[in-house]
């Protein structure tokens, strides 16, 4: 008879859920100045790439590390609470799949490249931006991969305690299937729309799609070069 453990989760996933909370309970123990100062070091901006850059806190240091730190810093508690279920949901798989270190190298990959969508889309733009979408994002594309394998194989066993057993379907794949589509341009509607929405409704600014169209896109086309299990299946068969 199998023991069910009240909590499935890896401890890197943990670990970033700590990492996450941690950074937001500093950031509110700050005075409001320090804070704001704090919170646009760490942001991603992409005016730091202007003429004016250099003046924005954290100087040419935040030029570059700023594609990462930006995914730690998160608006308020609401945000952040958001983005730790999604990260639950989505990177418990993920990291179960592909191990710890790998999570952490593959969430930060998917959340720098949503950050250079967003600069390429909105160069210039003096927009600071916060929060681990990206990340998430990525985390999601990802887990659709294997995720929709399960449902065909009617094994639903294996994606909560063996998802490295579940063959990882291609994009092509993925590109030709109906549900796997349908899933995809709901998550794009809603990004939309919540964007659309968002600045009426929020007091701390709206939500940066971008990041997200481009942590989905990057972790939907790379998980495949951070899975164990594709790249061991492929020496096998060579």
């Known amino acids: 008879m199998r023991r069910e453990p009240i909590f499935n989760v890896p401890a890197s996933v943990l670990a970033t859920l700590g990492l996450l909370a ?34 924005l806190p954290g100087g040419v240091l935040a030029a570059v590390a700023s594609f990462f730190t930006y995914q730690v810093v998160h608006a308020d508690l609401t945000h ?3 983005n730790a279920a999604w990260l639950l949901a989505f990177g418990s798989a993920v990291a179960m799949r592909i191990g710890g270190w790998r999570f952490v190298f593959f969430s930060a ?18 927009v600071p931006v916060v929060g681990a979408s990206g990340a998430v994002s990525g ?30 379907m291609s994009v092509p794949a993925m590109l030709t299937n109906r549900r796997v589509l349908t899933v995809i341009v709901v998550w794009i509607v809603i990004n939309f729309v919540m964007a659309a ?26 998980f495949g070069f951070f899975d164990p299990v594709r790249r061991s299946m492929e020496q096998h068969i060579n």
Not at 30 to 52: C, G, H, M, N, W
Not at 145 to 165: C, G, H, I, K, S
């Open 80 to 82: 952040l609470l958001v």
């Open 22 to 55: 941690g950074v937001h309970a500093l950031m509110s123990l700050l005075p409001e100045r320090e804070a704001v100062r704090a919170t646009l070091a760490l942001a991603f901006i992409p005016a730091r790439y202007s003429d004016f850059g250099a003046e």
């Open 139 to 168: 985390l999601m594309a990802a887990a659709f991969r294997f995720l929709f394998n399960v449902m065909d194989e009617r094994d639903a066993e294996a994606l909560r305690y063996a998802p490295q057993t579940v063959p990882l």
């Open 109 to 126: 990959f998917c959340g720098a490249c949503g950050a250079l969508t967003f600069l390429v889309l909105e160069w210039g733009a003096a």
């Open 197 to 222: 929405v968002a600045p009426a409704v929020m007091s701390t600014g709206g939500i940066a799609w971008q990041v997200h169209l481009g942590g989905f896109i990057a972790g939907l086309l790379g």
